[in-house]
Nanobody, 123 residues
Framework: QVQLVESGGGLVQPGGSLRLSCAGS????????IGWFRQAPGKKREGVSC????????YYADSVKGRFTISRDNAKNTFDLQMNSLKPEDTAVYYC????????????????WGQGTQVTVST
């Protein structure tokens, strides 16, 4: 019923770009906070970027500031993560998620999760 599906992952060379998209079904994303998270092998899950519901406050992890941009398209019931200047250390499984308020960008506070999409940055 309530579902999130990521798309847009793949293999890209260092310095390249990818755009990830998260599509919602069974609920209207406009009324939820949104976030992107990632988990690399041997590392804990980290919040990449989130937008809170109440005032639209945007969060970016220090490691991606200036390179990644989060946005939402209410007409399509989707939200995106534009990733530029990709580095090998960006390699991870990326997940989209939603929360009622999005007071933080901590994954344990988010309610609904996509299945993940693999992003590999390599020569």
């Amino acid at each position: 019923q309530v579902q999130l599906v990521e798309s847009g992952g793949g293999l890209v060379q260092p310095g390249g770009s990818l755009r990830l998209s998260c599509a919602g079904s069974g609920f209207t994303l406009q009324y939820y906070a949104i976030g992107w998270f990632r988990q690399a092998p041997g590392k804990k899950r980290e919040g990449v970027s989130c937008i809170g519901l109440r005032n639209g406050t945007t969060y970016y992890a220090d490691s991606v500031k200036g390179r990644f941009t989060i946005s939402r398209d209410n007409a399509k019931n989707t939200f995106d993560l534009q990733m530029n200047s990709l580095k090998p250390e960006d390699t991870a499984v990326y997940y989209c998620a939603t929360d009622h308020w999005g007071l933080s960008c901590e994954g344990h506070e988010y309610d609904y999760w996509g299945q993940g999409t693999q992003v590999t940055v390599s020569t």
